[in-house]
């Protein structure tokens, strides 16, 4: 099943508006959920002020889907920044916590700590300075995020 993901938040950090979207695919609702969770998550670590986000279904209507898709370029088009996911398996991870934290929890919880990287992905973002209304760029902005998903038990 495939899906669109849409977010806008606040970096305090920067004081920047940020806007990303993007494809993803699951193989259930209950997945794509989960993954949905995981992603706001993360974003609530970096403590961003999420402003919107969303995700729905768009493989199952050919018009949604054009027309999304149809949309969708259109931001790539006027993205000027990138976001980058750093995507971890670790068995039972602990969502408020890095996957540092996570990795020294069960250290000295006796459990061997083991967090496998997956992939790594850069999102295209609009982004905009709050004060100026400028653009921002990949050359002056960088916002990685860890996506913590559970490590299957196979």
């Not at 806007?19 to 706001?40: G, K, P």
């Not at 602990?94 to 850069?122: C, H, W």
Request: aromatic share 12%; charged share 25%.
């Amino acid at each position: 099943m495939e899906y669109y993901l849409e977010v806008r938040f606040l970096d305090r950090n920067y004081d920047a508006s940020i806007h990303f979207a993007t494809t993803f695919t699951a193989s259930t609702e209950a997945n794509a959920q989960q993954f949905f969770n995981e992603l706001i998550s993360a974003l609530k670590r970096r403590k961003v002020d999420i402003l919107n986000s969303k995700y729905f279904r768009i493989d199952n209507d050919p018009i949604l889907k054009g027309r999304t898709l149809e949309n969708h370029n259109f931001y790539l088009s006027r993205s000027t920044a990138s976001i980058e996911i750093d995507q971890y398996y670790i068995e039972d991870p602990d969502q408020n916590m890095s996957v540092t934290e996570n990795l020294l929890q069960k250290f000295y919880a006796g459990k061997e700590p083991v967090a496998e990287i997956a992939k790594r992905v850069n999102i295209p973002v609009i982004g905009k300075d709050r004060q100026t209304n400028d653009h921002i760029r990949n050359d002056i902005y960088y916002f990685n995020l860890e996506h913590l998903s559970p490590k299957s038990k196979n």
